[in-house]
């Protein structure tokens, strides 16, 4: 047997703190939406570890939807600007949000972001989270769905370690699959554990090296965004 330590409530000293702070960032998540509705705008946040290639996706869904939509996208990173530029040189309309040392973004950092962008001229926006598989989990922004990217890089137990992630997502694509056979993942196995934990949830594979399955996710994105006309 191996012993096992779990913190009970009483001993985590900041419950009460975040207990609030979660609260006041729901709350804020909820305005977030309802300014986006009353604009028409469709706003979609991924999620996903470092290195899991969220800002190559939102990059591709960018080039197959940019004609179609006037797109923005709210970039978090905690220090640098590498990623916001690459959307930005594709002519999308990109804020950076800089969390210094923070590992998630919250609704107020996406509330301001919505400040600097004009919202009549926006249909639909991609928010690129910090690549943290924990706390993201907990703070809605405001989106109309959320997408968890994982890579087969990550190894094969990344989704049975981070449930919370998976059971507040809508869909959940499966990257890089290029890679699998080389890393040992069995794809299908990554499938099933998410299906695992979330029977309905959508989970499809891409590989944005060669460019397989990244249709099917602009479709799945397409989808989201019409649904809202249909509101
Ligand atoms: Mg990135
Ligand atoms: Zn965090």
Known sequence: MIPTIEASPEEIYDIELEKTLLQANAKLAKENRAQLDRHDITAID????????????????????????????FNGDATTV??????????????????????????????????????NKVDL????????????AEFPLGSRARVVVVSVTEGPYMVRKHPHMF?????????????????????????RDVHTLKPDIKVMLTSCKTGAGVDKVAAALLAIKESRADA
Do not use: W, Y
């Not at 959307?87 to 509330?111: E, M, R, S, W, Y």
């Not at 059971?167 to 499938?191: H, Q, S, T």
């Open 46 to 73: 991924f999620m996903g570890a470092i290195g899991s290639g969220k800002t190559t996706l939102i990059g591709r869904m960018a080039a197959k939807l940019k004609d179609q939509f006037n797109l923005a996208m």
């Open 167 to 191: 059971l507040g997502a809508d869909i959940v694509v499966i990257n890089k699959i290029d890679l699998a056979e080389v890393m040992g993942v069995n794809v299908e196995d990554l499938a």
């Open 125 to 136: 926006i991609f928010i690129e989270n910090i690549g943290n598989l924990i706390c993201p």
């Open 82 to 119: 590498d990623d916001v530029n690459l959307i930005a040189k594709q002519g999308v309309p990109t804020v950076q949000l800089a969390t210094i040392n923070g590992c998630h973004l919250d609704a107020n950092l996406v509330g301001k972001a919505l400040r600097k962008i004009d919202l």
